[in-house]
T-cell receptor, first 115, second 114 residues
Framework: GAVVSQHPSWVICKSGTSVKIECRSLDFQATTMFWYRQFPKQSLMLMATSNEGSKATYEQGVEKDKFLINHASLTLSTLTVTSAHPEDSSFYIC???????????FGPGTRLTVL | AQSVTQPDIHITVSEGASLELRCNYSYGATPYLFWYVQSPGQGLQLLLKYFSGDTLVQGIKGFEAEFKRSQSSFNLRKPSVHWSDAAEYFCAVGVVEYGNKLVFGAGTILRVKS
């Protein structure tokens, strides 16, 4: 149990376009989802926390208007990178936690490359 | 503020040798502690976790970790390393007050030589 999927697993886009990444909890209801980014050879940095039906809480230094997060249902959260630029190229990982869970379950990640 | 320190960026061990990866944390209350493993280009896999109770925790793939409150440590150990254990290992602390937000250490890259 506790499987989290992400789609797409990798995406290449042109500078200035927007990219949407989906994160789904497949076998449990995720009341809270987390979005991380990981630069090469670095650790995971939390970008934002989203609770179902509420606005996301962004970490300091993360641009809300650039990284749009929607958590409209208990099984789906989306991250939209708007007007992507090469510096947004990174590995984006989501995780999900249910109401009775005190741990997060991680998706496999999405590799974003902006040309 | 909460923080996690993994003092070893890289560790190389011979196959069959024992392994210990160090993790120290800074957190005011009793922490939730985790060890994850990540292969290149992959997501994170949970190796083990500590919430309360027995301070020696058994995980998957033959890993174990010991929580030592007095040393604020949660070191990961394996008695005999296999070549397939080569990966990056992350220690993390869960911050209960902030919805179990995870704070990660910088990671330790494990290389296994045959």
């Amino acid at each position: 149990g506790a499987v989290v999927s992400q789609h797409p697993s990798w995406v290449i886009c042109k500078s200035g376009t927007s990219v949407k990444i989906e994160c789904r909890s497949l076998d449990f209801q995720a009341t809270t989802m987390f979005w991380y980014r990981q630069f090469p050879k670095q650790s995971l940095m939390l970008m934002a926390t989203s609770n179902e039906g509420s606005k996301a809480t962004y970490e300091q230094g993360v641009e809300k208007d650039k990284f749009l997060i929607n958590h409209a249902s208990l099984t789906l959260s989306t991250l939209t990178v708007t007007s992507a630029h090469p510096e947004d190229s990174s590995f984006y990982i989501c995780s999900a936690a249910g109401p009775s869970y005190n741990e997060q379950f991680f998706g496999p990640g999405t590799r974003l490359t902006v040309l | 503020a909460q923080s996690v320190t993994q003092p070893d960026i890289h560790i190389t061990v011979s196959e069959g040798a024992s392994l210990e990866l160090r993790c120290n944390y800074s957190y005011g209350a009793t922490p939730y502690l985790f060890w994850y493993v990540q292969s290149p280009g992959q997501g994170l896999q949970l190796l083990l976790k500590y919430f309360s109770g027995d301070t020696l925790v058994q995980g998957i793939k033959g890993f174990e970790a010991e929580f030592k409150r007095s040393q604020s440590s949660f070191n990961l150990r394996k008695p005999s390393v296999h070549w397939s254990d080569a990966a990056e290992y992350f220690c993390a602390v869960g911050v209960v007050e902030y919805g179990n937000k995870l704070v990660f250490g910088a990671g330790t890259i494990l290389r296994v030589k045959s």
